[in-house]
């Protein structure tokens, strides 16, 4: 808890940067008794378009879970049944605008599906062992409710403790229903961060971190050219040699009122009229533009992301303009990918899963903006390299799930291709040993072996076609070895 108030309020000031709800700073305090009442609306945000930059490039569109195709579609189901499609976003942009985000895996009930939940980081804390990092230690999340007060839970690998603020201190929250502790049979603590640029010494950091002084003078610039809008972007004129008449009360009166169908004359010979140029309100504009410049080659964000270059850049320029952020957006997959992979390892262990040994990847969408035309013409050149179906499928950013139907579909198209063939016929009769029953056992054979180069595992792939029992040996392309029985004289199969 010392740790998690420590840093609650730079979280804070990262968050009303992020909404843009900021002082004006660089500001006398005579500038702000003068012109305060003009300026607290004013206010040009460019943090948030630092972080939906990268945010709207980080996709989560499924899991690879070893080679288990069902395990994929179950880690899938797991995902969109606690609605991390939309609040996968809100953990990028947590992580992106304020270093972390995190998320809590815990099954209620055994016959229950894991829930996953995205948690603040101004609610939650992970400690993380020193001598292995990948080793959480403790985790505790903390919040005030409007009945019990202050409260907290501690997780601890071997259990989870809920306690609440009372009059002698920290004391068990009582939860009808729950023990205390609540056992942690899984013997890790169920709490993920999701970090943004981690360090090995420091904290996580912010992607607007090193954006807020240049937030401030960009704020300040805005200020400044309000005001100059103000009082000093209309020409102000000046009259010397005349006497100024006065009106019955004593004070002087204005005869030169400007307007199209008006002459100024006066009768002293030495009078003269002038004025003075106006405030040139470009220079603000100019200073603006460069910091925002700044700001673009600091955080990768392109320039037309953030200023108006004129004609919008295309083809490969840009590609060009958008590298930096695609590399920054691929970085951002590695690192939230990670807290993902355990996040997804987490719930499928719950979920009654063994994944000892077994490796789990993020399958993120492609960062990169590129027509779908030039992108399907890349992936189908890459087929005469002799690269699997199924990858180029993959690098045409369909789902594992999609895949998964495209491989089902294929293989019951085989099927009943190989199926609906007419079967050569030398005989009456369909006994093993004769030579009608010798073809249809080849074109079952057949048949199995297209399904098992469309994807099917032999024992599916045998089921299907109808030879139930026969062990597949593992030889390329297709070796049976049928039973005793069904292999008299088909030594041709």
């Known amino acids: ?70 395990a994929d579609t179950r880690a899938w189901e797991i995902w969109q049944a606690n609605r991390l499609d939309e609040d996968s976003q809100i953990a990028h942009t947590e992580a992106l605008k304020l270093g972390e985000a995190h998320a809590i895996v815990w099954r209620p009930q055994p016959d229950q599906m894991p829930v996953i939940t995205i948690e ?93 002084s240049k937030q401030d003078m960009i704020n300040k610039l805005m200020a400044d050219m309000i005001v100059a809008a103000e009082y000093g972007a209309f020409r102000q004129r000046w009259a010397t040699g005349i006497e100024i008449p006065k009106g019955a009360d004593g004070r002087e009166t204005e005869d030169f009122a400007s307007a199209v169908d008006r002459l100024w004359h006066v009768p002293a010979p030495d009078a003269k009229f002038g ?21 673009a080659s600091q955080t990768a964000t392109p320039p037309h992301y953030l200023l108006s270059t004129g004609q919008m850049p295309s083809g490969e320029s840009l590609r060009a303009a958008e590298a930096p952020l695609v590399a920054k957006a ?14 997804m390892r987490l719930a499928l262990r719950m979920d009654g899963r063994d994944l000892d040994g077994v490796q789990i990847a993020t399958v993120w969408a492609d960062p990169e903006t590129r027509t779908e035309s030039e992108h399907v013409d890349a992936v189908m050149k890459m087929q005469a390299l002799g690269v699997p179906q199924e990858m180029l499928w993959e690098l045409l950013r369909f789902t594992p799930q999609e895949i998964a139907r495209f491989r089902q579909m294929r293989s019951a198209d085989a099927l ?12 009456s009769g369909s006994a093993p ?11 079952k054979a057949e048949a199995m072996g297209v399904l098992i180069r469309a994807g099917a595992d032999p024992d599916s792939a045998a089921e299907a076609v109808g030879l139930n029992g026969i062990e597949f040996t593992g030889a390329v392309p297709v070796s049976l070895r049928l039973p005793e029985a069904a292999a008299t004289n088909l030594e041709t199969v």
């Not at 005030?144 to 068990?172: F, H, M, N, S």
């Not at 205390?180 to 912010?206: A, C, F, K, M, Q």
């Not at 040993?433 to 074109?443: F, I, K, P, T, V």
Request: proline share 6%; net charge negative.
């Open 433 to 443: 040993g004769s030579d009608s029953g010798a073809a249809e056992l080849r074109s």
């Open 1 to 70: 808890l010392k740790k998690l108030n420590a840093r609650r309020s730079r979280l804070e000031r990262l968050e009303r940067y992020y909404d843009g709800q900021t002082p004006l700073a660089y500001a006398t305090s005579r500038f702000r008794e003068e012109f305060g009442h003009m300026l607290r609306a004013v206010n040009d945000n460019w943090c948030q378009l630092v972080v939906s930059a990268v945010e709207e490039r980080l996709d989560v569109e499924g899991f690879r879970v070893g080679q288990e195709t069902a």
């Open 330 to 343: 691929r970085r951002k997959q590695r690192v939230f990918g990670g807290g993902w992979e355990e996040v």
């Open 120 to 212: 603040h980081p101004m609610h939650v804390c992970v400690e993380l062992d020193p001598a292995n990092r990948s080793n959480r230690l403790a985790a505790v999340k903390a919040w005030r409710d409007e009945d019990e007060g202050q409260c907290a839970t501690v997780y601890l690998p071997d259990g989870i403790y809920k306690l609440r603020r009372g009059k002698k201190g920290w004391e068990q929250r009582e939860v009808p229903g729950e023990p205390y502790p609540i056992p942690n049979e899984w013997g890790v603590v169920p709490v993920v961060p999701i970090p943004n640029r981690p360090g090995l010494l420091d904290e996580t950091v912010s992607e607007i971190e090193n954006v807020l």
């Open 275 to 295: 004025e003075f140029n106006q405030t040139d309100l470009g220079i603000y504009v100019k200073a603006i533009e460069m910091l925002v410049q700044h700001i």
């Open 416 to 427: 009943n291709a190989a199926l609906g063939a007419p079967a050569p016929s030398s005989g």
